[in-house]
């Protein structure tokens, strides 16, 4: 059965709004859709308007069902699975794309904007940036203007369609603000489903190849912020633990899954003060949760402790977080290993590196104890002619042998790898942790930034009674590394002498000052959860917050709202104030006792109350010819005063 | 397929039943909270019923598929979005009532048509507030108006086409003006008892007989040099009168149409009487005489008409006509 297929050109009102509120709602998902989705939705949408506008027909409904076929197979093969935000808006920016070539009533485009309302959904959930809000606003404007448009009459402006959607949505604001702040927060979700598999995982890769990738990232892309309870820590204590590589099969250390582990966390002894601090880690579609070393706890639901103290969650971080934890900078660390894992920790694999092994057990055997030959390799680091660069040269099979006895220029993981080579030869347990060092500490918010570029590998060392200890050859090689981040540098006045300008500091002035907003907006805004629920709950004055009390707050507070909504309405469409002539010409009327006649004029009505009433002729004329000055006369005010005392001399 | 008789009424029958039970105890309930409605009925907002579209309750699912979704993934932005649609429901139901509330509708007349036509019912709705009302609409039973706006201050008239049946007087018991203003999630409507009612005129036969015939009463024949007749004075202009009867001079003095009237015309004239037509059925004798009237009227014929005692001399106009016509319509219907 065929549908007509024809168009009229009534769509033209509202199609260019509908469209309008497709793209906009697209607009933030082309980053991360394949072109040709884009390219489908901008050629369908030109198709459409162009139809309406000359009139034609839509095409047929062979044509729809091929493209139809043609775009889900597409997204299919792009995607391999539906599920999750990536292939989800892409499904529904493709079925925008073929509704519009089927939308002939104005009512089928109900069906498109509710796509772009999920569309702004799906946005949201995949990146929640501080221009996120204003832009879903706009968004949400441009579609109630659309909405306003399926059913405006002819003579109502698109203006006009815009100035009441942003009313509406004005009025919409303080009840959403009042549910957004009291309505209940869950700390555990019901069902976990990947929000994007199709982006890249950023951060810290699980292995490590010294000599293959030779140079490293310097993205100034942050990391997490951290925010402390009490002092900032030393930059020397900065170490932000993330993941430890344990096995070396000659050219490359590599992590084991994250496995839970009960016993880790009792094998940390403690001593001093904690040091309590919120971190807001960036999504990194990676298990890893990172914390100052050494961390007791992390309050991040679904996380866990791993065998080597490395923290990581259940499900990738796939979405900003935020948790609170607790680490100690004085700690110790297994210090009964057993022999088993002691060999576990000093596994080389045979034949590589030979030059490197043959060194460290010369070394080994020239010194008296571990700590005289740990100390010989760091002595040698920083008194031989190594050196810290970003760009080291290739390393080739034998890395280690190659990086210590040629190159010799390398950063954080060269020396690293090197130093836990060297010390394995000599049996000695090591592991390497990845992790980021440093932090810049932003004055404006009080946090600290750690950026992509803090990223760094340093080495734990087993040591009979004493346990793990972290032991940084990167600090025997370039000790200004670790004791100043190099943003710190800048700051601490030896930017003046690296020659950094005037405007450049403005500039850095202006980073931190965003940045500073932006760990505000994470931290109230998208870290409202259910703590800071119950604190802010607390500080209106709840008393024992819970989800009952909040509930019904959060009703009684709408329906009082929503009486002033109606009320504000009502005072909209109440009828314009009679004017003050008119009132007291009524007033005249209501004190002759007579009721008035439709149609009868002032002068027809004053003849009447002449011939019916005892009200005296002079007063009856003066009221009359008052009121006619006031309505018609020039001088409208002072005949209304005249008005008032001949009104108020009838009795 | 042989088709075997069911012997319980079908689903679809039951729910017809059901709804149409429903539908009359709401009217009746509607009707005796409200009383009847004077010819001009301001709307107060007691009266104004208001009910979710099916645009609206997908609205609904779609608003509560985000809430859900916003708190398994705790997104804050998203709960942004969420609420502020959940507020925009609760917004666009106040304003879609406060759309119609304070609205005037006034019955304005409903003229008379013939049975099987349309009786056009107008209603005049005025807006006395200072703000626009949008997308206003009537309906009665099985019919609706155009949809219009109203400005502040505007008042405008919107036809109810009622289908009619037969002749005589037609109510309107009952009719809505509903708004789906702004954005089609409720529909907010009204009812209204108004004494409506329009008058029907019986269905001009299709094949009537022959007229009688035409009585034609010579006047005495004074032509005078032109081949004209005696002028006898003024009457008001009817349309069909030919534009040479115009007094044209007595117009320009006094703006008023008239024409001349002849004393020596030709009159013919012609009885229209109920018992003498030859057709046992009543109706179709009402029937017939309304198609006589209508041509005689055409053809700008005097004409009168006899029926159950009432006598119409023969004349023409409008006037006449729709005295006539009325008589037929009413005839043996309880006037009430």
Redesign the interface.
């Known amino acids: 059965m065929a549908r007509p297929r024809g168009t009229d050109g009534s769509l033209l009102s509202s199609l260019p709004w509908t469209l309008g509120a497709l793209a906009i709602s697209i607009a933030p998902h082309v980053p991360y859709m394949p072109f040709w989705i884009t390219g489908a939705f901008a050629g369908c949408a030109a198709w459409r308007y162009l139809i309406e506008k000359r009139r034609r027909s839509l095409p047929s409904s062979w044509v729809r069902g091929a493209l139809a076929l043609a775009c889900f197979l597409g997204v299919f093969a792009t995607y391999s699975s539906i599920s999750g935000v990536g292939p989800g808006s892409a499904l529904l920016a493709i079925m925008a794309a073929l509704k519009l070539l089927e939308t002939r009533k104005r009512r089928d485009q109900?069906v498109l904007l509710?796509i772009s309302?999920?569309l702004?959904?799906s946005s949201?959930?995949r990146e929640?940036y501080l221009w996120?809000?204003p832009y879903?606003?706009v968004s949400?404007a441009i579609i109630?203007t659309a909405?306003?448009r399926?059913?405006?009459?002819p003579?109502?402006t698109a203006r006009e369609s815009f100035a009441?959607g942003g009313r509406?949505?004005a009025?919409?604001?303080?009840?959403?603000?009042v549910?957004?702040v009291f309505?209940p927060?869950?700390a555990t979700?019901?069902?976990a489903?990947p929000?994007d598999t199709s982006r890249a995982s950023t951060g810290l890769s699980d292995t490590m190849s010294p000599g293959d990738i030779s140079s490293l990232s310097l993205s100034d892309e942050v990391a997490f912020r951290v925010r402390f309870d009490g002092e900032i820590p030393a930059p020397r204590d900065r170490y932000w633990r993330g993941l430890v590589l344990t096995r070396f099969n000659g050219r490359s250390w590599t992590a084991r899954e994250p496995s839970v582990s009960t016993a880790a966390q009792k094998e940390i002894h403690v001593a001093g003060d904690p040091i309590e601090y919120q971190i807001t880690l960036e999504p990194t579609r990676q298990q890893w949760v990172f914390a100052l070393d050494m961390p007791l706890s992390v309050s991040l639901p679904r996380s866990f402790m791993g065998p080597q103290q490395q923290i990581a969650r259940s499900t990738p971080i796939d979405?900003r977080v935020a948790y609170e934890a607790v680490s100690f900078v004085d700690y110790r660390v297994e210090v009964d290993l057993p022999e088993l894992f002691r060999k576990w920790y000093s596994e080389l694999p045979a034949d590589t590196n030979p030059r490197t092994r043959e060194f460290a057990q010369r070394l080994r055997a020239a010194a008296t104890d571990e700590q005289a030959f740990i100390d010989a390799v760091l002595q040698m680091f920083h008194d031989e002619e190594f050196f810290y660069t970003l760009e080291p040269p290739p390393l080739g099979s034998n890395p280690v042998d190659r990086f210590l006895f040629d190159t010799r220029r390398g950063f954080c993981e060269h020396y690293a790898s090197a130093f836990s080579v060297l010390l394995r030869s000599a049996g000695i347990p090591t592991r390497i942790v990845l992790g980021y060092h440093g932090g810049e500490l932003n004055p404006m918010g009080g946090h600290l930034i750690v950026r992509q570029s803090d990223a760094h590998a340093w080495t734990e060392v087993w040591l009979a009674g004493v346990g793990w200890v972290r032991i940084d050859p990167t600090a025997a090689v370039a000790p200004e590394r670790i004791e100043y981040s190099t943003s710190d540098a800048t700051r601490d006045g030896i930017g003046e002498t690296w020659g950094f300008s005037a405007p450049s500091r403005l500039m850095h002035r202006l980073t931190l000052t965003w940045d500073a907003l932006n760990a505000k907006w994470n931290d109230w805004?998208?870290?409202?959860?259910p703590e800071k629920q119950s604190d802010f709950m607390k500080l209106l004055g709840m008393h024992e917050p819970n989800w009952r009390k909040m509930m019904l707050t959060l009703v009684g507070l709408?329906v009082a709202l929503?009486m002033l909504?109606?009320l504000l309405?009502?005072l909209?469409?109440?009828?314009?104030a009679r004017d003050p002539a008119a009132r007291l010409y009524a007033r005249f009327v209501r004190r002759t006792g007579l009721d008035p006649v439709i149609g009868e004029t002032a002068i027809e009505f004053a003849r009447r109350a002449q011939r019916e009433t005892q009200i005296p002729g002079v007063t009856i004329d003066a009221v009359t010819s008052a009121y006619l000055d006031a309505r018609y006369g020039p001088h409208g005010d002072a005949a209304c005063a005249r008005l008032a005392t001949a009104v108020s001399a009838v009795a | 397929m042989s088709s075997i008789p069911w012997p319980f009424p079908k689903p679809g029958d039951l729910f017809g039943a059901l709804q149409a039970k429903t539908n009359r105890r709401v009217r009746r309930w509607a009707r005796q909270r409200q009383g009847m409605d004077a010819a001009t009925t301001r709307l107060r907002p007691g009266r104004v019923y208001i009910l979710p579209t099916g645009?609206g309750l997908?609205?609904g699912l779609?608003t509560f598929a985000?809430l859900?979704?916003s708190?398994?993934?705790?997104?804050?932005?998203?709960?942004?979005?969420?609420?502020?649609?959940?507020?925009?429901g609760?917004?666009?139901m106040?304003?879609c009532q406060?759309?119609l509330?304070?609205l005037e509708l006034m019955f304005a007349g409903a003229d008379p048509v013939f049975a099987g036509q349309p009786i056009r019912v107008r209603i005049a709705i005025t807006n006395?507030?200072?703000?626009a009302r949008?997308?206003i609409r009537l309906y009665a039973d099985r019919s609706m108006s155009e949809?219009?706006?109203l400005a502040?201050?505007e008042s405008k008239v919107f036809v109810l086409p009622i289908a009619t049946a037969e002749r005589g007087w037609v109510r309107l018991e009952r009719f809505g003006v509903r708004t789906?203003?702004?954005?089609?999630l409720f529909r907010a409507w009204a009812w209204l008892h108004m004494d409506i009612r329009g008058l029907v005129y019986p269905a001009p036969a299709m094949e009537p007989p022959e007229p009688p015939p035409t009585l034609l009463a010579h006047g005495h024949r004074q032509h005078d040099a032109r081949g004209e007749e005696d002028f006898a004075g003024l009457r008001r202009y009817h349309p069909g009168d030919s534009p040479r009867q115009v007094a044209w001079k007595a117009f320009a003095r006094s703006g008023q149409v008239l024409s001349k009237q002849f004393s020596g015309a030709d009159t013919s004239s012609q009885w229209f009487e109920f018992d003498a037509i030859p057709v046992a059925d009543v109706e179709m004798r009402l029937s017939i005489l309304t198609r006589w009237i209508i041509d005689a009227d055409r053809k700008l014929e005097d004409y009168g008409l006899r029926i159950a005692g009432i006598e119409f001399a023969p004349s023409h106009g409008d006037a006449h006509r729709r005295r006539c016509l009325e008589t037929l319509a009413l005839f043996n219907k309880e006037d009430d």
């Open positions: 109900f509710f309302i999920f702004v959904m949201l959930l929640q996120s809000l879903m606003i949400l109630m909405w306003l399926l059913a405006a009459a003579e109502v009441t509406l949505l009025y919409a604001a303080p009840l959403a603000l549910m957004w309505f927060r869950l979700p019901f069902w489903v929000i979405q805004v998208l870290g409202y959860g709408v929503v909504i109606s309405l009502m909209r469409y109440r009828p314009p | 645009v997908i609205f779609m985000m859900l979704g708190m398994n993934y705790n997104n804050n932005l998203s709960f942004v979005l969420t609420f502020l649609l959940i507020g925009v609760f917004v666009a106040h304003q406060r759309n509330v304070g006395t507030s200072k703000s949008h997308d949809t219009a706006d502040a201050g789906l203003f702004p954005f089609e």
